[in-house]
């Protein structure tokens, strides 16, 4: 888009005011402005026009140019605002340039002023946007960088998403921190960040959880002869491994503070003391950090460094969990199917039609790894060249009743809360509790009776009787 082109927003109560700044821009040269007296109008108004330069007055009826301002930038962080007001207050420049005003006008307007900030207002939008279209095509061409993710079997747009984020700070010194719950596949996103990252030493990774402080130092930075009982020789911690690589730390949740205070100094200074050394050592290995505890709050309890927390979480990752990606479940059955009958020496068998539906429908709280779990399981059950939903059942029973809940439940969970008020908005009967749970079992088995009442733990002629009985009215 040429210069003069590009779409301008103007926004002033007072229609004078807005006339002669259209006149002067358009005498400049400007060809595409959009002229408004109502504020309430802006932000439709910039979205519509896809507009990266807004002049507005602060005095305005209905919404204030501060609120508008505060609006706009919200949700366009890149725009180029230019405050035009009578208010000459330099209080209330300053917290317009606070709010990501570009520039602060007042009124009257001098026009060459007006002519020289709006220059310098479009020039900047035109670099902001070609620093984005570059940044998109970076992200792009990483696309054509897979393998590096071929571990993590997927098809959804989110992890897909989070590939490309990896491509793009795989490269930097900073550290990683990957967020997720159990089994969620965060350390297959930790050895895929070392892979992009070309990084020529080892991925080396730590489970930190249990550690006390005494072991995290002996484990991470080892330690001198004699630096305690027992400690014959000196011995190289796991950092020194990792020079030129990457170090895993995984459960940083539960770190103790001591051990906070020491992972602080590795990542701001890169350097460590050996237990029993009073001589610091240096690394230069790439930090990567994982937990599946809410590190925000653990900030707010006080159980873990608020400048610990800002240190670590320059590149964020986090991972949905499997049920907020039911999308995989198929990709996922196929490569852990033929994974067990790689492992079994067997051939693989066809999986029928309803395991899908069937396994769509689970909560998966310990999500791929439960999932994988199960398939191994089945596959092991199936005899019969078919994989079919009564070879899941067993494990499903046993993993629901670890997960706390009341038996088997074919429903949808969102894990967050999954009490039957939250299902049903109240709370319903058993009448109506064994109508969904039939419904969802037919559902789930496209109809066929015999398999919707295995699902239910009771006989086809059971099943055959309530139905009849209609329950389900
Ligand atoms: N997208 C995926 N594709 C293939 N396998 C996966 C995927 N996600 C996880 N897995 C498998 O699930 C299991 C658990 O993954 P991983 O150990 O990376 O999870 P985690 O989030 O680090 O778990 P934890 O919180 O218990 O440390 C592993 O066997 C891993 O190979």
């Given amino acids: 888009m040429s210069f003069f082109q590009l779409p301008l927003v103007i926004i002033d109560d007072e229609e004078d005011s807005l006339f002669s700044a259209k006149v002067a821009l358009r ?46 930038m919200m949700e366009f962080p890149e725009l180029t605002a230019i405050v035009m007001t009578a208010v000459n207050d330099v209080e209330t420049a300053i917290e317009c340039m606070k709010s990501g005003a570009f520039d602060y006008i007042v009124k009257p307007f001098d026009k060459s002023r007006l002519m020289a900030t709006v220059q310098k207002a479009v ?10 279209r570059m940044r998109e095509s970076l992200l792009e061409s990483l696309d054509s960088t897979p393998a590096a993710f071929e571990e993590i079997v997927t098809q959804s747009p989110r992890m897909k998403t989070l590939f490309k984020y990896i491509g793009a700070v795989a490269q930097s010194m900073q550290p990683v921190l990957i967020n997720g719950e159990t089994g969620s596949g965060k350390e297959l996103f930790a050895r895929a960040v070392h892979k992009v990252s070309q ?32 400690a014959e020789k000196t011995r190289e911690g796991l950092l020194a491994r990792a020079q030129n690589g990457t170090i895993f730390l995984d459960e940083i949740g539960d770190l103790s503070e001591a051990s906070q205070v020491k992972l602080l100094r590795l990542l701001q200074e890169g350097t460590y003391y050996p ?28 159980s873990f460094r608020k400048d610990l927390f800002y ?35 067997c051939e ?3 999986i029928s039609g309803e395991v899908v539906a069937f396994l769509k429908s689970c909560p998966f709280p310990g999500n791929v790894r439960e999932l994988e779990a199960l398939v191994f399981d089945a596959v092991a059950r199936c005899h019969e060249g078919t994989l079919g939903v009564t070879h899941f059942m067993e494990m499903v029973r046993e993993n629901s009743s670890l997960h706390e809940t009341h038996g088997f439940s074919p429903m949808v969970t969102n894990g967050e809360g999954n009490s039957l008020v939250h299902l049903f908005g109240y709370f ?34 059971a099943l055959n009787q309530k139905l009849k009985k209609k329950i389900l009215n």
Avoid: W
Avoid at 447 to 453: D, I, N, R, S, W
């Fill in 123 to 132: 020039e900047v939008s035109q670099l902001r946007a070609q620093v984005s």
């Fill in 199 to 230: 990084r020529p030493g080892a991925f080396v990774p730590i489970n930190i959880a249990g550690l006390d402080d005494t072991m995290f130092s002996d484990t991470l930075f080892g330690h001198t002869k004699g630096a305690f009982t027992g």
């Fill in 428 to 461: 319903p009967t058993l009448k109506e509790l064994e109508a969904f749970a039939v419904s969802n079992a037919l559902d789930i088995t496209c109809g066929v009776q015999a398999k919707a009442a295995t699902l239910l733990g009771i006989s086809k002629q």
């Fill in 348 to 350: 693989a068998p066809a």
């Fill in 275 to 302: 237990l029993g050394s009073d001589t610091p050592s240096t690394t230069n290995a790439r930090v990567v950090l994982a937990t599946n505890r809410d590190l925000v709050s653990a900030v707010a309890d006080g």
């Fill in 27 to 72: 005498s400049a040269g400007y060809r595409n402005i959009t002229t408004l007296c109502d504020p309430r109008q802006g932000l439709d108004a910039v979205r519509q026009q896809g507009a990266s330069v807004v002049i507005l007055d602060l005095m305005m009826p209905h919404l204030s140019g501060q609120e508008l301002l505060a609006q706009l």
């Fill in 311 to 345: 240190r670590i979480r320059t590149h964020l990752v986090r991972i949905p969990p499997l049920r907020e990606r039911r999308e995989d479940i198929p990709l996922l059955l196929h490569h852990f199917v033929e994974k067990t009958a790689r492992s079994y020496g």
